[in-house]
C-alpha cells in the first residue's frame, strides 16, 4: 500500500494524504485527508527525432516537471481550516514524500522515502457530495522532474568502524600502502554530485587529505569492469583542530571551503590539486560505487551526502 504526505520544509510537521487503517480504510485519527485521481506521479519525457531518408533517429530526450494532481477530500470546513494551517502561506514550498510500497524507515539511506518539492498551484473547492464531504482539485507544482531521496553516511569515530557484513558497507584497510576509509554503496539513480565533510578532531593537523571514488558496472556486451571510471580529490591544505573542508560537486550549490572552530569560513578552491589526474569535484555514478578516503589519523569525523535521483512509476 503505496504511502503519500506532506512535510514543512522548515519543520516535522507533516500532512497524510493517503491516511489509511491497516485494511486500506480512511483513518479519521491521522492528521491529513484523503487524495484520489491522483495524476503526475510518474515520469514524462519530451523525445525529439530526425530523419534521415526512411529512418528516424533520437537526437534530444528532455525530461519533464509535470504537475501531480488528484482531489483532496474534507469531512467538514474544520477539517479544511486544518489543513490551510498546516500549509500557511499558500506560496511556501513543501516536501510532496511518495514511498511506492509504503516501507520505509526514517533515517536509513537505502529504505528512505522518495520527494519533491512542490508548491500548490490551484485549489478549487466544491460543495459538499451525497456522503458530506467537500471535494478540492488540487494542483500542485513540482521543481522536481524525477523523484530525489537523500543518502547519508557518517563516521564520527574510525575506531568504531565495523566489520563488512551488510552491504552497504563501511570498512577501514591498507590502500596503496596507506591507512585508508571505504564506504561501498549502490546508487540505483542518475549520476549526481555528492558532499564530503571531514573534520579533523585531533590535536595535531591534519594535511594530505585525498580520497577517490570508483564503480563496478557491466558493459553492453556483459563484461564486468570493476573499480573503474576512477575519479580523484586533493586538497593542498592543512585542517586544523576544530576545522571541517566541505566539498560540495553538486552544480547549483557547488564550492570548497574550510570551516574553522569559530563558524568563520575561508574559500579554498584555489588549493585544490590541478594535476589532470584529479577531477577533485568527484561525482557518484549509477551503479556500485565506492569512495575510499586516504587517513593520517583515526580522530576525525567524515559525512559523505548524495542525493539519488530516479524515475517512478
Known sequence: MRKIWLKKMDSDDTWDLLPQDKNGRYDPKVTGC????IKGMGYKQAITQNQVETEYFIS??????????????????????????FIGDFRNQLYLFYSPSGDYEAGDPISAPFYKKVVIAQADKTETDEFGWYQISTTFSTQDDVWNRDAYY???????????????YIYPYVYGGRNALAIEFENKGREVGC???IKNNSNNDLSNIEWFIDRDYVDYYGVLHEHADVQRSKWNLILSEGSELVIDSNPLTQEAKVVYSDNEAQNVVDLQEPSWDYINFVRVMNGKN???????????SINFIYREQRELI
Open 34 to 37: 484523503p487524495f484520489s485521481s
Open 60 to 85: 534530444k530526450i528532455l525530461s519533464s516537471n509535470q504537475p501531480i494532481t488528484g482531489i483532496m477530500y474534507f469531512k467538514d470546513d474544520n477539517h479544511i481550516k486544518e489543513f490551510q494551517e
Open 154 to 168: 557518517s563516521i564520527e569515530e574510525l575506531s568504531a568502524v565495523g566489520e563488512a557484513l551488510v552491504y552497504p
Open 195 to 197: 558532499t564530503v565533510k
Open 290 to 300: 565506492r569512495i575510499v578516503f586516504y587517513i593520517e589519523n583515526e580522530d576525525i
